[in-house]
C-alpha cells in the first residue's frame, strides 16, 4: 500500500506564520493577477482560460502572464505618481526596471503604459529598440558598462546613462566627443541606507559595489566633475536603497540625503539640477504574510516627503522620477507544473510531505537564493481532503531546489496534479537556467480570448544550438 500523506496528527508542525486555511481549494484574491478565478471545480482559470486546457495545450512547467494585469499595473503606477508629484512640483516618470522581467511583448506594452525603460546591459536595451522604444524615455544603468553599451546607448539617442564610477565619467565623456554631442547622464549615489520590507539600515557608509558614496566625498566629488565636463549634461542625482520595500521609511532618508545634495551641488557650483531619481523597490504580496502599501498611498507619501526636504533646504522641486520593477510585473505571473514524485519523509519531529513539479530552481531560483517565500495552490481540481503541510521542490539534483517551503494543500495530491505558484512575474523568468540540461519555460500571454508565447518555450535544439561538440569547423579562428 502507499504511504497515505499523514494527517494533521504526525505532520511537521506548520511554521507560525502559515495560517490554518479555511478552505484549501480557495484562492487569496490578493496572491493572484486581477483575471484569475477558481470555481467550484477547483480549476483554475485565466480571463476564462481553463489551465487544465492551457496545460494539455502547451506543456508544463510555464510561466502564465495575466497581460491585461500588467498594463493595467503600469498604467496605473505611471498615473498615480504623475498626478502625486504635480500636486507638489513637476511631476514624476516612472522607469519600468527591466531587469525584472523583460521581453519583446514587455516593452511594448510598458511603452504604451506611459513608463520610460530602465536597462543594464546591451541585450536589454536591444530588448528595447527592437520593441520600438522611444530612446529619450530610456536609461542605462550598470556598474560595469562596457565601451560598446555606452556607444550603443549615445547612437540610439538614450535620454539617461547613470554614472556610477569615477571610471565612467571619462569614458562617456570620450564617447560623448567623438560623436559630437552631450550625453545626458545622471549620478548614482549611495545614501548609506538599505531598505527592506518595514526595515531599513540607515548607516555612514556602505560596502557593495554600486555608486558613489555619500557620506565619504565621492558623490559630490564625482558630480563636481560631471559639472565640468562640457560634453556630459548633469541632469540630477539618483538613489536606489533595496527590493521589496512596503513602506516609505527608508526613502524618506534617503530623500533627505539626496535632496540634500543636490541642494549643496546646485550653490556650489551655480547650477541646477532638475531630476532626482529614488529607484524602485516597491514590495508585493507573496503570501498573506506580506502587506504592501499601494502605489496610490505610497505616491502619496513620497510625495510629501520629497517635497518636504525640498522645503527644508530650499530647493526647487525636481521632477522625481522612480523605477518600479517587481510591483509592476511580479503579480502579473503564475507557474503552473504538473506534481510528480509524492513523499512522506519521517523528519523525525513528524512527518513532512514533499511534492515533487516538472520544473524547480531553473525556473525560480528566489526560493534559494534570497529565502524567498511564495504561495501556491491546487490548480486543477477541487478536494474533499484536509489540508496538510507540503514542500513543493523540483526535479534538481540539489536538496535546496526548493519552490515553496511551506504551504497548505489538500491531503490526496498527488501525481498529474497541477500546482500553481502566484507572483512569479519578476525575477523569475529573468534568473531561469539551462541547470541539468532542462530547458527553459516559456511565457505564456493571455489577454482576454488571446493566448501566444511572449517568450515560446526553449527546445532541446535551442540547447544543443551552442554545443557543437568538439568537431573540426567549430574552431573560433575560422
Ligand atoms: C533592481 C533595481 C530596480 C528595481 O527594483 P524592484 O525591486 O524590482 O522594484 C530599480 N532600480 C535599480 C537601480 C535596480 O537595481
Redesign the pocket.
Known sequence: MPAHIAGSLHAVPSPVWLPFPDDVNALMPSLWSANVTKGDDGVLRIAGHSVVDLAAAHGTPMYVLDVADFRARAAEFATVFSRAFERVGPGARGYY?G??FLCTAAAGWIAEAGLGL?C?TLGELMVAQRAGFDPALVGL?GNNKSDEEIAYALDWGIGRI?IDSFDEIPRVAAAAAARGITAPVML?ITVGVEAHTHDFIATAHEDQK?GLSLQGGDAAAAAAQIIDVPELELLGL?S?I????FDKAGFEVAAGRIIGLRAQLERAHGVSLPEVDL?????IQYTSQDTPTSFAEIAEQLADLVAKACAEHGSAMPLVSF?????IA?PAMFTLYRAGTVKPVDTGSGVRCYVSVDGGMSDNIRTALYDADYSCTLANRASAEPPVVVRVVGKHCESGDIVVRDEYLPADITAGDLIAVPGTG??CRPLASNYNHVPRPGVLAVEGAEVRWAIRPESYQDMFATDPGFAPGTDPEE
Open positions: 526596471a531587469k525584472a530602465d543594464c544603468h547613470v548614482r554600486f539618483h536606489h533595496g527590493s521589496q520595500i529607484g524602485g523597490g516597491f514590495g523605477e518600479p520593477g517587481r510591483a511580479g519578476a525575477y
